[in-house]
């Protein structure tokens, strides 16, 4: 399994990016995708994550970091193995490299980078202010 990240990018404070991930290989229909991100000197953290039930994604089994919660939503669309995360009103503070995360065994949307065995490359996100 081999999972591609683009979309970032130089972004003002306020603007949107979408942000897109898709896996080559394997079946999520019942796992879980998900968006961490990396500041410079700091831990990688968990952005937002859903989980596949049967190829769908319900309500309750989306989380989002408290912190994007309201500005960000992530989907996904099973069938091209892709996840999305559209990001809007950015801040100087979401500026990272934003990594994609995978698990095709991972039944809930866990917000701990160990519990997802597939990662993406990283896209670089940078917001001025």
């Known amino acids: 399994v081999q999972l591609q990240a683009s979309g970032g990018g130089l972004v003002q404070a306020g603007g949107s990016l979408k942000l897109i991930c898709t896996a080559s290989?394997?079946?999520?229909?019942?796992?879980?995708m998900g968006w961490f991100r990396q500041a410079p000197g700091k831990e990688r953290e968990f952005v937002a994550a859903?989980?596949?039930?049967?190829?769908?994604?319900?309500?309750?089994?989306?989380h989002y970091a408290p912190f994007v919660k309201g500005r960000f939503t992530i989907s996904g669309d099973v069938a091209k193995n892709t996840v999305y995360l559209q990001m809007r009103s950015l801040k100087p503070d979401d500026t990272a490299i934003y990594y994609c995360?995978?698990?095709?065994?991972?039944?809930?949307?866990?917000?701990?980078?160990?519990?997802?065995?597939?990662w993406g490359q990283g896209t670089q996100v940078t917001v001025s202010s």
């Open positions: 995360a995978a698990d095709p065994d991972l039944g809930y949307s866990g917000g701990y980078t160990n519990l997802y065995a597939y």
């Open positions: 290989g394997g079946d999520f229909a019942n796992g879980a």
């Open positions: 859903f989980n596949w039930d049967d190829g769908r994604v319900h309500a309750t089994s989306t």
